[in-house]
């Protein structure tokens, strides 16, 4: 089974039924659904009209019950007055995890922080985007992996990094390897993985896949697949991702066993349970 980490909920969703046909002609069994931005990205390329939160944990979970294909992930602004209450209304809806895109803060901030925390604290895990930011301004300072290390001194946070930081691999995965010194070492209990949503160009998706699994490091139980595709989802697009996908896998030398984990296995563990 391929499950897909990483799909957006578009400003003009397409039918229910539409997506899961979508679904069928990509060959994908599953994916992640994000809710509508929040109120703070509504400039730039992303002006949509968004939802008030509780609208968009509404939505979200509403395409969550129409299919067990499609598992919800809420998209919060930790800078908003009621984000605590909003981390507590999405876990008792049945929230699956969170997206963040730090768009105005630093990761390691005083108040994302204490609202990582309280996530953490429900078990969900956290997508995050890291990389250059298209489409808001200028505001990629906050997306560098460096800016995530303070994370790992949360108690049993699980976070993924998605598009493999790009154009910040290397440092992604130098961030990784930090992370792993310390499991090793027994200072964090949190666990950081690796979503390799594109991001990274085709004339690098060769490198990136060949760093990730020949660093040295213990990776392959910590890498997710994703396409950043909408709910207007797009077979056409997904099958060029997965054959990108397959050429840099097949180049990099990726086992039949390493591949399972990477498009199913190590997304289930991400989410802490097998829903």
Not at 105 to 133: C, N, Y
Not at 136 to 158: K, M, T
Not at 224 to 247: Q, V
Request: hydrophobic share 40%; glycine share 8%; aromatic share 12%.
């Amino acid at each position: 089974m391929i499950i897909d980490c990483h799909v957006h909920t578009g400003s003009e969703p397409a039918s229910k039924e539409e997506l899961l046909e979508q679904l069928d002609l990509s060959g994908i069994g599953r994916m992640v659904l994000l809710s509508y931005h929040p109120a703070s990205f509504c400039s730039g390329l992303n002006a949509d009209r968004p939802e008030a939160p509780a609208a968009a944990l509404a939505q979200v979970m509403d395409w969550a019950a129409f299919s067990d294909r499609i598992i919800p992930f809420y998209w919060i602004d930790p800078l908003e007055e009621d984000a605590f209450d909003q981390v507590e209304k999405a876990a008792a809806a049945g929230i699956a995890g969170f997206k963040v895109i730090c768009n105005r803060h630093f990761p390691g901030d005083k108040r994302p922080m204490q609202v990582w925390e309280r996530i953490a604290k429900t078990g969900r895990p956290i997508l995050f985007h890291s990389g250059i930011l298209y489409g808001i301004g200028p505001s990629s300072q906050y997306n560098r992996p460096v800016g995530f290390e303070p994370l790992f001194d949360i108690p049993g946070l699980r976070f993924a990094l998605a598009h493999v930081s790009w154009p910040w691999c290397d440092e992604n995965l130098a961030v990784y390897g930090y992370w792993q010194n310390r499991r090793q070492h027994g200072t964090t209990s949190a666990e950081m993985f690796i979503d390799t949503t594109p991001g990274t160009p085709l004339i690098y998706r060769r490198e990136v896949f060949s760093k990730i699994y020949h660093i040295g490091y213990d990776i392959e139980n910590n890498v997710i697949f994703g396409t950043d595709n909408s709910n207007n989802y797009s077979s056409e697009s997904t099958k060029r991702i997965l054959a990108m996908d397959r050429d840099a896998l097949d180049f990099a030398g990726v086992s039949s066993e390493q591949r399972e984990k990477y498009y199913s296995k190590n997304f289930l563990r991400f989410l802490g349970s097998t829903v």
